[in-house]
T-cell receptor, first 109, second 114 residues
Framework: GQNIDQPTEMTATEGAIVQINCTYQTSGFNGLFWYQQHAGEAPTFLSY??LDGLEEKGRFSSFLSRSKGYSYLLLKELQMKDSASYLC??????????WGAGTKLIIKP | DAGITQSPRHKVTETGTPVTLRCHQT?????MYWYRQDPGHGLRLIHYSYGVKDTDKGEVSDGYSVSRSKTEDFLLTLESATSSQTSVYFC?????????????FGPGTRLTVT
């Protein structure tokens, strides 16, 4: 079967750095996406990785290792507005997105 | 923001009644998707469309049907609603399904079946 694993919840302090991990086992791989979802709102796109390595976009970076079936999202200089759920999704061999259950990130002052 | 709306935004209905949710886009994107989101689960694909009158089933399609008669509209119908279909339903659109083309999501419909 297909499976995406992420921690259910993480807590971090304002101004700090946090790393959210995602491991996957899917039928095929055609890219990995990270989305942010604030409570009661729609998911919004953060990043895309298809090749191994790090993609940096401002305070957010995303890393991929295809051989290990592993990705992480790194958030720097955390702000209170970063409190949200972070969703990892893999595009499989049928080009469908398989979603993890999401990681709820709680930021404390 | 991508032009994508959903209606209604909230609905309470009784078990056994039919329910139709509407997704409307102004982006002229080819691909449209219906997902449901439940606590402890990732987004789960119900049905998707790859063009007018072209639809296919997703992971959790039982009890749901869809129609797409125009590029801009994708309807999801619960033929006889059950309490297990209480969920938040998201519509998404995408220009293409390959490469880095991401999916854009509508605001969601919160459906409660009593």
């Amino acid at each position: 079967g297909q499976n995406i694993d992420q921690p259910t919840e993480m807590t971090a302090t304002e101004g700090a750095i946090v790393q959210i991990n995602c491991t996957y086992q899917t039928s095929g791989f055609n890219g990995l996406f990270w989305y942010q979802q604030h409570a009661g709102e729609a998911p919004t796109f953060l990043s895309y990785n298809v090749l191994d390595g790090l993609e940096e976009k401002g305070r957010f970076s995303s890393f991929l290792s295809r051989s290990k079936g592993y990705s992480y999202l790194l958030l720097k200089e955390l702000q209170m507005k970063d409190s949200a759920s972070y969703l990892c999704a893999v595009r499989d061999s049928n080009y469908q997105l398989i979603w993890g259950a999401g990681t709820k990130l709680i930021i404390k002052p | 923001d991508a032009g994508i709306t959903q209606s209604p935004r909230h609905k309470v209905t009784e078990t056994g009644t039919p329910v139709t949710l509407r997704c409307h886009q102004t982006e002229n994107h080819r691909y449209m998707y219906w997902y449901r989101q439940d606590p402890g689960h990732g987004l789960r694909l119900i049905h998707y469309s790859y063009g007018v009158k072209d639809t296919d089933k997703g992971e959790v399609s039982d009890g749901y049907s869809v129609s797409r008669s125009k590029t801009e509209d994708f309807l999801l119908t619960l033929e006889s609603a059950t309490s297990s279909q209480t969920s938040v339903y998201f519509c998404a659109i995408s220009e293409r399904e390959d490469s880095s083309y991401e999916q854009y999501f509508g605001p969601g419909t919160r459906l409660t079946v009593t």
